[in-house]
């Protein structure tokens, strides 16, 4: 698969914000900003027989994968990446940046790395934690 469709696990899997948010400095000037996570374990995804089959096997089987390799000491990592533009780069794309249906292609904005973030523990209390 290209990378898209049933992720192998959660930890193979990359998100991003729908929205793109608008960052205003006490100035006055303004960014548009939308986050990506890109998983630093890779890509992994199942094909429809191996989903049915775990699906069928172990409805909780993305969570308890997450879980035991965060108690195992292999808790995954996400780069937290964004990109940055202007309004009149905004302008410039030929659509609005503001639809949520849109994707702005990387050549016009490339990902800037912002951070990590690992998991490094399980909760210990799913609603206090």
Known sequence: MAGYGIPKSYRHQDGFGVHTFRFVTDDGDSKFVKFHWKSKQGKASL???EAQHLA?????????DL???IESGNGPEWELNARIFDEDQALSFGFDVLDATKIIPEELVPLQPLGIMKLNANPVNYFAD
Do not use: I
């Not at 069928?56 to 308890?64: A, L, V």
């Open 47 to 49: 094909v429809w027989d």
């Open 56 to 64: 069928g096997k172990n409805p909780d089987y993305h969570r308890e």
């Open 67 to 69: 879980w035991d390799a």
